[in-house]
Each structure stands twice: as structure tokens, then as C-alpha cells.
């Protein structure tokens, strides 16, 4: 628990509810992919096989599909055209794994018919990186001068966090997009039926709550700094 002086921080109980919507998002994820990690496809396609398999039905032959270590890494990087498929999703022939391997196609896909979300997604990827970084520390020495400028740092503090929060709310059309993409797909080339998909849903759509998850808990603490910013007055 923060204290500052003798003075506890009320509005840091919205710091903990948002660390814990995305703890129970998190473990959400983590067992509804292991739930229907052990149920096998039919086709019994690997999830690199299927990310393979959609990207040569896209008409996609110029990403790179490789195994990374970790559990739930996987990730499409524009930069490199490189499909990372992780310990769990690479050499796994499940609903899970394949419903995973497919949403990081889903992103291949955006990439290559440029997806405006996508676009956008990437341009302020530095911005908002400079932005989380600057944030505290601009705010915090704002809040030590009691002059106009410390109420300037102060708001440019508020900007640079808010940056970090529209980056994650233009995450969220890119996630759901990539994610419907990947269940189209799927079916329409073969590669899970109707009933496995089903699993498949469950499983992307547990992947999508944990974006939902961090974007609110941004929110939360952008609603936490306008707090206690808000009071201040330079007379
Ligand atoms: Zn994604």
C-alpha cells in the first residue's frame, strides 16, 4: 500500500482493481486454453502446419513461421514478417493450439491487406512507449513545483499516459479482427469442423477478454491520475 507522508492514497484501490481484472483474465485464458488443449483436431494439423496451411490460402509465402520458447508467446511481428508459435501452440495438434496459430495468421493477414487498425496499431507503438515512460516521472516532479509550470509538466505528464491508453484501445479492434478472421478461416479451409470450432471460440475469445482486461485497467489509472491531478489551482 502506498503511503505519502501520513496520507494514504484512496484512489489506489483503482490501481488493485484493475491489476486484478487482468490477473482473473489472465488465469481465465490460461485454463480455458488448457481445457481444450486436450482436445485433438481431426486433421490433426499441428499449429504450425495450420499457420502453414492459412497462409498459403491467403496467398501469403513470405512470412516466416518459427517455434519460440514460453507458454501463450506466440505473436506476429510485421517488421520481420516472422510467425512465432510457442512450446504450447507449435507442435500441438488441438483445438487450442490451432485456434491460436490461426489468430496470429489472423494479424499476417491484416498485415498484408493493411488493416487500418493495424496501421495505426504500429504507427504509435513509439509514442506510446515514449508516453508510459515519461508519464510518472513528468507528473511527479509537476507535482514538487507549485508554479504554472509544474501544472504544465503535469498535463504533459497526462498526455504522454494517454497515449499508452489509446494504444490499448486500438488494440482491441486488431485483436477481435485477427480473431474472427482465424475462425473464418478455419472453416472454410477444413482445417477444424463446426463442433471444434466451438472450442476454438472459447478459447480466442478468453485471449481477447485479457486485451478488454488491459485496456480497462489503463482506464482505471488514467481516471486515478485525473483524480489526483485535479485539484490543483496555480494561484
Ligand atoms: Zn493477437
Not at 139 to 146: Q, R
Request: aromatic share 8%.
Amino acid at each position: 500500500m502506498p503511503f505519502y507522508g501520513y496520507y494514504f492514497d484512496p484512489t489506489y484501490i483503482l490501481v488493485i482493481i484493475g491489476a486484478a481484472i487482468c490477473l482473473i483474465a489472465s488465469a481465465r485464458v490460461k485454463s480455458t486454453f488448457h481445457k481444450y488443449d486436450r482436445v485433438r483436431s481431426m486433421s490433426g494439423m499441428t499449429g504450425a502446419q495450420a499457420a502453414e496451411r492459412i497462409l498459403h490460402s491467403a496467398g501469403i509465402y513470405d512470412v516466416q513461421v518459427r517455434h519460440i520458447s514460453g507458454d501463450l508467446t506466440d505473436h506476429y511481428d510485421p517488421r520481420n514478417k516472422t510467425l512465432s508459435l510457442s512450446d504450447s501452440t507449435y507442435s500441438s495438434a488441438s483445438v487450442a493450439a490451432v485456434g491460436v496459430a490461426a489468430h496470429e495468421c489472423g494479424h499476417a493477414i491484416q498485415h498484408q491487406r493493411n488493416y487500418a487498425p493495424l496501421s495505426v496499431r504500429s504507427a504509435i507503438v513509439p509514442l506510446a512507449n515514449f508516453g508510459s515512460f515519461a508519464a510518472w516521472p513528468l507528473i511527479v516532479i509537476g507535482l514538487f513545483i507549485t508554479s504554472s509550470t509544474g501544472t504544465l509538466l503535469i498535463n504533459i505528464g497526462i498526455i504522454c499516459f494517454s497515449l499508452a491508453v489509446l494504444f490499448q484501445l486500438v488494440t482491441l479492434p486488431v485483436e477481435f479482427n485477427a480473431s474472427s478472421r482465424a475462425v473464418r478461416i478455419l472453416g472454410e479451409t477444413g482445417i477444424l469442423g463446426e463442433e471444434e470450432l466451438r472450442g476454438t471460440r472459447k478459447v480466442l475469445k478468453a485471449a481477447a477478454l485479457t486485451y478488454v482486461a488491459g485496456a480497462a485497467s489503463a482506464i482505471l489509472q488514467l481516471l486515478r491520475l485525473l483524480i489526483l491531478t485535479g485539484g490543483r489551482r496555480d494561484d
